[in-house]
């Protein structure tokens, strides 16, 4: 029994540089039903309506990563996602390029600054040839070993995260979600020798632009969960170099603030974070917060309970400062 | 009801407009707040980032307390509702959970993980109830458009967060609709506000910031609403800096989730302390008083 089909109005951006003035949407309808994949849409698109439409795509099965795109403002692969659900929840199907890379013709982005940080990271296992791998053996590896690698092998390298990315739109030297997570699938690998090596570079490298704000691992059409990965790699940066870089003092300096109070003082974490120089800069702003928020040069009031805040300091703060 | 204030840092101290009209909404509808004088601070994600057991450690002794008490928490910020919240997903790990208690057991304290933690969205929408809330609207906040503004930790990871959709969310923009407000859809709503880099690369964190406010403006607002007391600094107290980054004039009043909610219900711009915003917030309440009555 074939299902009902519903009418689908696909909103498609088209954009040619060089020979189109500005983008532009064109509109399709089509009749499908609603389990159709919204690749499946824009192929019957492509074949019978407008073969000057541009996309890319290959396995339709989620398992290449080509065809990522916007569909109705969010990352993802056109091939997983139905038709039904996105004309339920916005009407009609919004389809655009992925963000944060320049568009080459319609639905196909330049990749380049992506697969640039990608390569960046050294995503490949640096080993000691002192101890080569043995030729034709597999190298075992412990349960455990395997389990740190969480999630990151999974990644397919499609770049929704790339293009749901906050910090890549606003900030070109971010390296991004997937490059990150990368980084830490290398990091936490038994094999690889560059371990303190990788973590050194990536510090400086841009690793503290990331804001948590969790869109990467939203967009993931694979549950790699960058996110959480790079909050990893910060801990692991700090446990092998301390706190050199703005990030990882406001992070330390955060911590160590409410060892005084068990509330934040936010006067003393600017100072942590920024040096007396740094807020000497922000002295302006800061006036100007002042001047409507007198408590930001209060001490906050002491929690009750210090005590206890302490003693959980005391077992779970130990220094574990892997050095270089 | 009757819930566990965690008012959380801001709100006690630089962002206290907060703390004022979460007491007059929570007044008005009844919810009676128990307070605790021993919640720490959250750790507000910074923590999570230096030492991952700590913060879950921290957080699972505030969340103790409430335990101890037999009540579920109340958060009027997305990042100690995400703070806390994680702790309870973290908690359910083994290994964190015997490291974690190893700390906790040997002070007297016992983390059983049957408080659930509410921001004032959630309690307002679904224990409240909307009909609820809009029974009490004194002065509906007709013809004002705003733009509602989640903040990352209360939608996001989303299958962590036990909350509604992250991708779609609209307990929000549903909120506003009862109260009178216009929602204004725009994509920046879910988006970040920047703040969590606002000291390690301003320039970006304004930009990030200014994005979201042009968003919202261009679709429309008048305003805008944010759950978050973090968002609230990066987008009202910092505006002047995302308007720099973004090449444009914004002048958008921000307001605090219970701010609105309290003006509905009739609060004076006094008892909400809307004269601490930097940006003012005259021209948004003036929309309100020259709307012609429902």
């Given at each position: 029994?074939?299902?009902?089909?519903?009418?689908?109005?696909?909103?498609?951006?088209?954009?040619?540089?060089?020979?189109?003035?500005?983008?532009?949407?064109?509109?399709?309808?089509?009749?499908?039903?609603?389990?159709?994949?919204?690749?499946?849409?824009?192929?019957?698109?492509?074949?019978?309506?407008?073969?000057?439409?541009?996309?890319?795509?290959?396995?339709?099965?989620?398992?290449?990563?080509?065809?990522?795109?916007?569909?109705?403002?969010?990352?993802?692969?056109?091939?997983?996602?139905?038709?039904?659900?996105?004309?339920?929840?916005?009407?009609?199907?919004?389809?655009?390029?992925?963000?944060?890379?320049?568009?080459?013709?319609?639905?196909?982005?330049?990749?380049?600054?992506?697969?640039?940080?990608?390569?960046?990271?050294?995503?490949?296992?640096?080993?000691?040839?002192?101890?080569?791998?043995?030729?034709?053996?597999?190298?075992?590896?412990?349960?455990?070993?395997?389990?740190?690698?969480?999630?990151?092998?999974?990644?397919?390298?499609?770049?929704?995260?790339?293009?749901?990315?906050?910090?890549?739109?606003?900030?070109?030297?971010?390296?991004?979600?997937?490059?990150?997570?990368?980084?830490?699938?290398?990091?936490?690998?038994?094999?690889?020798?560059?371990?303190?090596?990788?973590?050194?570079?990536?510090?400086?490298?841009?690793?503290?632009?990331?804001?948590?704000?969790?869109?990467?691992?939203?967009?993931?059409?694979?549950?790699?969960?960058?996110?959480?990965?790079?909050?990893d790699?910060k801990e692991m940066a700090i446990a092998v170099q301390g706190a050199?870089?703005?990030?990882s003092?406001?992070a330390v300096g955060f911590k160590e603030n409410l060892k005084?109070?068990?509330?934040?003082?936010?006067?003393?974490?600017?100072?942590?974070?920024?040096?007396?120089?740094?807020?000497?800069?922000?002295?302006?702003?800061?006036?100007?917060?002042?001047?409507?928020?007198?408590?930001?040069?209060?001490?906050?009031?002491?929690?009750?309970?210090m005590d206890e805040l302490e003693k959980i300091y005391a077992a779970l703060d130990t220094p574990k400062k892997e050095g270089? | 009801?009757?819930?566990?204030?965690?008012?959380?840092?801001?709100?006690?101290?630089?962002?206290?407009?907060?703390?004022?009209?979460?007491?007059?909404?929570?007044?008005?509808?009844?919810?009676?707040?128990?307070?605790?004088?021993?919640?720490?601070?959250?750790g507000?994600?910074?923590i999570d980032e230096a030492n991952e057991a700590l913060n879950i450690a921290i957080?699972a002794r505030?969340?103790?307390?409430?335990?101890?008490?037999?009540?579920?928490?109340?958060?009027?910020?997305?990042?100690?509702?995400?703070?806390?919240?994680?702790?309870?997903?973290?908690?359910?790990?083994?290994a964190m959970?015997s490291r974690v208690d190893a700390a906790l057991k040997p002070i007297?304290?016992?983390?059983?993980?049957?408080?659930?933690?509410?921001?004032?969205?959630?309690?307002?929408?679904?224990?409240?109830?909307?009909?609820?809330?809009?029974?009490?609207?004194?002065?509906?906040?007709?013809?004002?458009?705003?733009?509602?503004?989640?903040?990352?930790?209360?939608?996001?990871?989303?299958?962590?967060?036990?909350?509604?959709?992250?991708?779609?969310?609209?307990?929000?923009?549903?909120?506003?609709?009862?109260?009178?407000?216009?929602?204004?859809?725009?994509?920046?709503?879910?988006?970040?506000?920047?703040?969590?880099?606002?000291?390690?690369?301003?320039?970006?964190?304004?930009?990030?910031?200014?994005?979201?406010?042009?968003?919202?403006?261009?679709?429309?607002?008048?305003?805008?609403?944010?759950?978050?007391?973090?968002?609230?600094?990066?987008?009202?107290?910092?505006?002047?800096?995302?308007?720099?980054?973004?090449?444009?004039?914004?002048?958008?009043?921000?307001?605090?989730?219970?701010?609105?909610?309290?003006?509905?219900?009739?609060?004076?711009?006094?008892?909400?302390?809307?004269?601490?915003?930097?940006?003012?917030?005259?021209?948004?309440?003036?929309?309100?008083?020259?709307?012609?009555?429902?």
């Amino acid at each position: 029994m074939s299902a009902e089909t519903i009418p689908v109005e696909f909103a498609v951006y088209r954009f040619q540089p060089g020979k189109d003035t500005a983008p532009r949407f064109q509109t399709y309808k089509l009749d499908l039903t609603p389990h159709t994949p919204v690749l499946t849409g824009l192929l019957r698109i492509r074949d019978e309506v407008d073969p000057s439409l541009g996309l890319r795509y290959s396995c339709r099965s989620a398992i290449c990563g080509s065809c990522a795109m916007r569909i109705n403002e969010k990352s993802r692969l056109a091939c997983e996602t139905q038709v039904g659900a996105e004309v339920a929840r916005h009407g009609r199907i919004v389809i655009e390029p992925m963000r944060n890379q320049a568009v080459i013709r319609d639905l196909v982005v330049d990749q380049t600054p992506f697969w640039r940080e990608y390569h960046k990271i050294e995503p490949h296992l640096k080993l000691d040839p002192r101890r080569p791998m043995p030729e034709g053996k597999a190298t075992p590896m412990t349960p455990a070993q395997v389990e740190r690698f969480k999630e990151t092998p999974r990644c397919i390298a499609c770049a929704a995260c790339y293009s749901a990315c906050p910090a890549a739109e606003a900030d070109p030297s971010f390296p991004g979600p997937m490059a990150l997570a990368k980084l830490y699938r290398f990091a936490v690998d038994p094999r690889d020798t560059a371990r303190t090596e990788r973590l050194l570079k990536i510090q400086p490298g841009g690793l503290w632009l990331c804001m948590r704000c969790h869109l990467c691992t939203e967009a993931c059409p694979k549950d790699v969960r960058p996110s959480e990965r790079i909050c990893d790699l910060k801990e692991m940066a700090i446990a092998v170099q301390g706190a050199t870089e703005m990030g990882s003092r406001h992070a330390v300096g955060f911590k160590e603030n409410l060892k005084d109070r068990g509330q934040l003082n936010e006067m003393k974490l600017v100072r942590a974070t920024s040096g007396f120089a740094g807020m000497l800069g922000q002295l302006g702003q800061g006036i100007r917060i002042y001047r409507k928020k007198p408590e930001i040069m209060k001490k906050p009031r002491k929690i009750e309970g210090m005590d206890e805040l302490e003693k959980i300091y005391a077992a779970l703060d130990t220094p574990k400062k892997e050095g270089p | 009801m009757k819930i566990a204030y965690y008012p959380g840092c801001l709100a006690q101290e630089s962002a206290k407009e907060l703390d004022m009209a979460t007491r007059f909404v929570c007044r008005t509808l009844g919810i009676e707040l128990v307070e605790f004088p021993n919640f720490s601070c959250c750790g507000s994600g910074f923590i999570d980032e230096a030492n991952e057991a700590l913060n879950i450690a921290i957080n699972a002794r505030n969340l103790a307390i409430a335990e101890k008490a037999g009540l579920d928490v109340l958060t009027i910020c997305s990042t100690c509702q995400g703070m806390l919240q994680l702790a309870r997903v973290r908690m359910q790990d083994p290994a964190m959970r015997s490291r974690v208690d190893a700390a906790l057991k040997p002070i007297g304290i016992e983390y059983k993980g049957t408080a659930h933690v509410k921001h004032l969205l959630q309690v307002l929408t679904e224990d409240i109830g909307l009909d609820a809330v809009k029974a009490k609207v004194r002065r509906p906040l007709q013809g004002l458009k705003v733009g509602a503004f989640y903040g990352c930790h209360l939608l996001r990871p989303a299958d962590e967060m036990e909350s509604e959709s992250g991708e779609e969310p609209h307990s929000f923009e549903d909120l506003l609709s009862v109260i009178g407000a216009t929602p204004v859809d725009y994509r920046g709503r879910v988006m970040c506000c920047g703040f969590p880099i606002q000291f390690v690369k301003p320039s970006t964190a304004s930009n990030v910031a200014g994005r979201q406010i042009l968003d919202a403006k261009r679709h429309g607002a008048d305003a805008m609403a944010t759950p978050c007391p973090l968002c609230h600094l990066s987008l009202d107290a910092y505006q002047n800096k995302a308007a720099k980054e973004v090449h444009e004039h914004l002048d958008m009043p921000v307001f605090h989730l219970p701010q609105v909610v309290a003006l509905a219900f009739g609060a004076s711009p006094e008892e909400l302390g809307l004269s601490r915003h930097l940006v003012r917030t005259d021209a948004a309440l003036a929309k309100v008083r020259a709307a012609p009555p429902a």
